[in-house]
């Protein structure tokens, strides 16, 4: 009788845990579209002014970049560790409040409050913390299929190194020369190129390869962020990639007074998810089967 109780107080924790955590979702969707109307009926700020007066960044002024130290913590996404490098979020990267990574998010990158705290509690719930309460090392982020995934276009797959903070120069390089736009900035188009390369290539190479729909969604979200948040200029991206540093005088090509919205950043993901060909002509599919030998078979059907 004590276990069935038991057992009944746990079901039902999780019942409302799951309905409190629906309706923050819900409430912050709802706050977004109003946030998104908002930016529709208001002039976007004037340029040199995304960061208002008073805070670090206004003018493109940043916080002195200093490098990692030894014993620090970092992960493999490098707009975080640009934060902690200029010291917008703790230096050593350690024991960090997920309210604070939201409002880094957000003053820095001019992504919308909601925006920002719908990606940071999500980052918490995917590591089964309490946003509001618990704290993280940035290199929790790299729990393997948690955040991080296979196939990035700025790190290798955890099968050839599981030190995620280290950035892969070779694959930078390689984003960094596929722009087709003007002066060879990145356009939407290269995005989903270089993604449909990178996976084929990543799961003919990786025998314990992975990347569920969730985690397409995040690279096609990551290659979408070089678009919106830096232009896909490369000068700029250069210096974020290889040294994940702000660029001296910079400041977020989002100029929306209320920053990026779901509502706007959602489609773009979508889109660029959707531009992938090689998601469409299977070639991610086939790639690989050359590490699985031929089953051969008896003459009545079954395998040898």
Same mark, same amino acid.
């Given at each position: 009788?004590?276990?069935?109780?038991?057992?009944?107080?746990?079901?039902?924790?999780?019942?409302?845990?799951?309905?409190?955590?629906?309706?923050?979702?819900?409430?912050?969707?709802?706050?977004?579209? =109003?946030? +998104?109307?908002?930016?529709?009926?208001?002039?976007?700020?004037?340029?040199?002014?995304?960061?208002?007066?008073?805070?670090?960044?206004?003018?493109? @002024?940043?916080?002195?970049?200093?490098?990692?130290?030894?014993?620090?913590?970092?992960?493999?996404?490098? +707009?975080?560790?640009?934060?902690?490098?200029?010291?917008?979020?703790?230096?050593?990267?350690?024991?960090?409040?997920?309210?604070?990574? @939201?409002?880094?998010?957000? !003053?820095?990158?001019?992504?919308?409050?909601?925006?920002?705290?719908?990606?940071?509690?999500?980052?918490?719930?995917?590591?089964?913390?309490?946003? !509001?309460?618990?704290?993280?090392?940035? +290199?929790?982020?790299?729990?393997?299929?948690?955040?991080?995934?296979?196939?990035?276009?700025?790190?290798?797959?955890?099968?050839?190194?599981?030190?995620?903070?280290?950035?892969?120069?070779? =694959?930078?390089?390689?984003?960094?020369?596929?722009? @087709?736009?003007?002066?060879?900035?990145?356009?939407?188009?290269?995005?989903?190129?270089?993604?449909?390369?990178?996976?084929?290539?990543?799961?003919? !190479?990786?025998?314990?390869?992975?990347?569920?729909?969730?985690?397409?969604?995040?690279?096609?979200?990551?290659?979408?962020?070089?678009?919106?948040?830096?232009?896909?200029?490369?000068?700029?991206?250069?210096?974020?990639? *290889?040294? *994940?540093?702000?660029?001296?005088?910079?400041?977020?090509?989002?100029?929306?007074?209320?920053?990026?919205?779901?509502?706007?950043?959602?489609?773009?993901?979508?889109?660029?998810?959707?531009?992938?060909?090689?998601?469409?002509?299977?070639?991610?599919?086939?790639?690989?089967?050359?590490?699985?030998?031929?089953?051969?078979? @008896?003459?009545?059907?079954?395998?040898?």
């Amino acid at each position: 009788m004590v276990a069935l109780i038991i057992a009944f107080q746990c079901v039902l924790r999780e019942l409302v845990s799951g309905m409190k955590t629906l309706l923050v979702l819900v409430l912050a969707l709802a706050l977004d579209f =109003l946030f +998104a109307v908002y930016n529709l009926l208001t002039p976007d700020r004037p340029v040199g002014r995304v960061v208002p007066p008073g805070q670090p960044g206004h003018g493109g @002024t940043w916080p002195p970049y200093i490098p990692p130290r030894q014993g620090d913590s970092r992960c493999s996404c490098p +707009a975080l560790n640009a934060l902690a490098n200029h010291g917008l979020l703790p230096r050593d990267g350690k024991s960090i409040k997920f309210t604070e990574v @939201t409002g880094a998010v957000c !003053r820095v990158y001019n992504l919308s409050p909601t925006l920002s705290f719908l990606l940071t509690h999500f980052i918490a719930g995917s590591l089964v913390r309490n946003f !509001r309460t618990d704290r993280l090392d940035l +290199a929790d982020v790299d729990a393997h299929n948690c955040i991080e995934h296979d196939a990035s276009f700025a790190r290798v797959d955890t099968y050839d190194d599981p030190d995620q903070s280290k950035i892969a120069h070779e =694959l930078v390089d390689e984003v960094l020369a596929c722009g @087709t736009g003007p002066g060879g900035n990145l356009t939407p188009a290269d995005i989903s190129r270089l993604l449909g390369k990178r996976r084929v290539e990543a799961k003919t !190479r990786d025998p314990k390869f992975s990347l569920a729909l969730i985690h397409k969604l995040f690279g096609s979200a990551n290659g979408t962020m070089l678009m919106t948040i830096f232009g896909g200029r490369v000068n700029d991206l250069r210096v974020f990639l *290889e040294e *994940e540093r702000l660029p001296d005088g910079w400041e977020s090509r989002i100029r929306h007074r209320m920053g990026m919205t779901a509502f706007e950043f959602n489609p773009k993901v979508f889109s660029v998810e959707l531009s992938i060909k090689e998601e469409v002509d299977d070639s991610i599919a086939h790639a690989g089967q050359g590490r699985y030998a031929p089953i051969s078979r @008896t003459g009545n059907g079954k395998a040898a």
